[in-house]
């Protein structure tokens, strides 16, 4: 059973479309990240959440923290070519406050 | 400054060959992690050091041991390799102050290893 669900696990849209991605769990959370990983790259960190409710922007991108704490999403409007790339969410995890646990991403591609 | 490197970027073993990744990273950094990636499981923590001289387990650690002899380098083996041991690997670092529960993580470019 993955802590993380991260949906869709896929997804593909034209230029300039607007798209969500969220990242799920049924655990509480004290705060949570999101990364982007292009291909042949390691993955870099976009924003940290850390209140229930907590609404963050990153130029196009929109991050929000669920009220409970418990799940996150990511809104991308007038979607880029360059926005192309797995998107992960990430939590500590219970094991300690120095280790991160990962979602299984989203992998998005923007078609020109 | 070069951040996280990785060395080598490609390697292709046979089954039963032992190899080391190395890991580089210039930030003083004290917590240093080993995660491998695989499609649609996200990356998965081999082990990770909190500094120097220090290590642990990590969600999946059989079939490697990993080294943490100076602080700025952390080095994963494997002893005898297994196509199952197939897939990239991810070195990251933090700079791991207490109390911060949210430190950011940064990750090197990745190994990519086949074992045949």
């Known amino acids: 059973t993955q802590l993380l669900e991260q949906s869709p696990q896929f997804l593909s849209i034209q230029e300039g479309e607007n798209l969500t991605v969220y990242c799920n769990s049924s655990?509480?959370?004290?705060?949570l990240q999101w990364y982007r990983q292009e291909p042949g790259e390691g993955p870099v960190l976009l924003v940290t959440?850390?209140?229930?409710?907590e609404v963050k922007k990153l130029k196009r991108l929109t991050f929000q923290f669920g009220d409970a704490r418990k799940d996150s999403s990511l809104h991308i409007t007038a979607a880029q070519p360059g926005d192309t790339g797995l998107y992960l969410c990430?939590?500590?995890?219970?094991?300690?406050?120095?280790?991160?646990?990962f979602g299984t991403g989203t992998r998005l591609t923007i078609i020109p | 400054n070069a951040g996280v490197t990785q060395t080598p970027k490609f390697r292709v073993l046979k089954t039963g060959q032992s190899m080391t990744l190395l890991c580089a990273q210039d930030m003083n950094h004290e917590y240093m992690y080993w995660y491998r990636q695989d499609p649609g499981m996200g990356l998965r923590l081999i082990h990770y050091?909190?500094?120097?001289?220090?290590?642990a387990k990590g969600e999946v650690p059989d079939g490697y041991n990993v080294s943490r002899l100076k602080k700025q380098n952390f080095l994963l083996g494997l002893e005898s390799a297994a196509p199952s041991q197939t897939s990239v690997y991810f070195c990251?670092?933090?700079?791991?102050?207490?109390?911060?529960?949210?430190?950011?993580?940064?990750f090197g470019p990745g190994t990519r290893l086949t074992v045949l």
């Open positions: 959440v850390v209140t229930g409710g």
């Open positions: 990251a670092s933090s700079y791991g102050s207490s109390g911060v529960r949210t430190d950011t993580q940064y």
């Open positions: 050091s909190v500094g120097e001289g220090t290590t």
């Open positions: 990430a939590v500590i995890s219970n094991f300690g406050n120095e280790k991160l646990t």
């Open positions: 655990s509480v959370f004290s705060s």
